[in-house]
Each structure stands twice: as C-alpha cells, then as structure tokens.
C-alpha cells in the first residue's frame, strides 16, 4: 500500500505560477515513473495525465501544459514536484500525484483555482 500526500495549491490569478509538492510512501520509489493528474470540476471530466517523469529524469508533458509547466523528482526523499507557471483558467483542477501507469490508492489531491 502506497500513501500519496499532495500539497501546494491554491487560488491564482491568470498569469501566475504554483508549485505543488507530493511525498510518496514507498519502498520502491525509485522503481516508478512518477506523475500529476488532474480532474478538472464538472461531471464529463476524466482525470487525465498532466506530466510524468522516470527515476532517470527524463519527462513528458501534455500538449495543454508544454512549456508551462515542469516535473521533477527528488529520489533521496521521495518527492515530486509540479512548477506550474502561466497558468490559465483551464487549469482550474484537484491535482493529483501517483506512478504512470497509477496505483489503485490516490491521494486526497490538492485544489487548484485559477480565477481573476
């Protein structure tokens, strides 16, 4: 069983930048490919997969997000972090940290609103 524990979100405005953070509890973190989902308010909306990053660092973004947003990891603890910069209203969402392809377990998720 894998405990997930995300923070760092908030209310922005258009524009300005986030940071999120998530500890895993896991024996085997440096095992997984690690990545934040997020699920944006609505009842049609999936949770789907922002960004991802290996044990070896190398990443993958979502178009929606390229260039805006920026994974990383810190083994030795067994965190990863989300930059988020330039963000805009469709970023509004509970965003999540689990492995690619997820565990069952999820966090509770941390909110992020993105409102003039």
């Known amino acids: 069983q894998v405990q997930l524990v995300e923070s760092g979100g908030g209310l922005v405005q258009p524009g300005e930048s986030l940071r999120l953070s998530c500890r895993a509890s896991?024996?085997?973190?440096?095992?997984?490919?690690m990545a934040w989902y997020r699920q944006a308010p609505g009842p049609e909306k999936q949770r789907e997969l922002v960004a991802s990053i290996t044990f070896r660092g190398n990443t993958n973004y979502a178009d929606s997000v390229k260039g805006r947003f920026t994974i990383s990891r810190d083994n030795l603890n067994n965190m990863v972090d989300l930059q988020m910069t330039s963000l805009k209203a469709d970023d509004t969402a509970v965003y999540y940290c689990?492995?690619?392809?997820?565990?069952?377990?999820w966090g509770q998720g941390t909110q992020v609103t993105v409102s003039s």
């Open positions: 689990n492995r690619n392809p997820p565990f069952t377990d």
């Open positions: 896991t024996l085997r973190f440096n095992a997984y490919t």
